[in-house]
């Protein structure tokens, strides 16, 4: 089935509030292109250099999301273009991203990545630590930081009570965390091809998928 197509059935299945981030990492930019011209605008991806490749190939409009781990020594190579980081896990992270966007005269918006899956990956933050720094205020010595809301990854199992377990902390997060923020902290970023009907049950409002519109990925190829 041709991208076009496997895109309309995705976006088919979406409710109103639910934005579609089209997850492309890996793929190439005359691939992105199909999705482009099928009107897709927003786009997934999960390394700085790659995203920072493509966005020199393709076109301007494209809004791009960073959803992959940033290092600090990263920041500037995605700062001058990016949209939306859903990848913010750390103290330095905040700090590095504040800085660049300063350097280049940008506000851009954040979300606070969570660690709620039951499994090794580590990225995200502890919930308690994440609640400490934004209880310390630190968020207002960020004026180039728009913080949008949370952004987390369900556990990778067949149990489905483990997966909604884990998208609903995330909501309850959101929640939690809503009143350190302004009306424009509206965002939860959860759902993956595999699970992100689930996560709409659970409120999500941006789904990140990659599989289900391109195809598997290849990576051996790289
Ligand atoms: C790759 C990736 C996705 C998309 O995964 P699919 O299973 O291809 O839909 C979503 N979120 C993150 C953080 C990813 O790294």
Do not use: C
């Amino acid at each position: 089935m041709s991208i076009a197509s496997q895109l309309a059935q995705v976006k088919a299945t979406l409710p109103a509030g639910v934005e579609l981030i089209a997850v492309s990492k890996t793929h190439p930019s005359e691939v992105v292109m199909e999705a482009y011209e099928a009107g897709q605008r927003v786009f997934g991806e999960n390394r700085p250099q790659e995203m920072a490749q493509k966005y020199e190939q393709l076109p301007k409009d494209i809004e791009w999301h960073l959803i992959g781990h940033l290092q600090t020594n990263k920041v500037k190579m995605v700062v001058p273009f990016v949209k939306m980081i859903h990848s913010v896990d750390s103290p330095r992270l905040v700090e590095a991203i504040q800085k660049g966007a300063e350097a280049v005269g940008r506000t851009i918006d954040i979300l606070l990545e969570i660690h709620v899956a039951d499994e090794e990956s580590k990225t995200g933050w502890e919930w308690a630590e994440l609640l400490e720094y934004v209880r310390s205020g630190a968020f207002a010595r960020m004026p180039n930081l728009r913080v949008r809301g949370v952004m987390g990854v369900a556990t990778n199992t067949e149990d489905e009570e483990t997966v909604r377990g884990d998208f609903a902390r995330l909501h309850q997060y959101k929640e939690e965390l809503a009143s350190s923020f302004g009306p424009e902290f509206d965002t939860l970023s959860m759902g993956m091809s595999h699970d992100y009907s689930l996560a709409i049950e659970y409120g999500a409002t941006m789904v990140r998928i990659g599989s289900l519109i391109f195809g598997a990925r290849d990576y051996s190829k790289k």
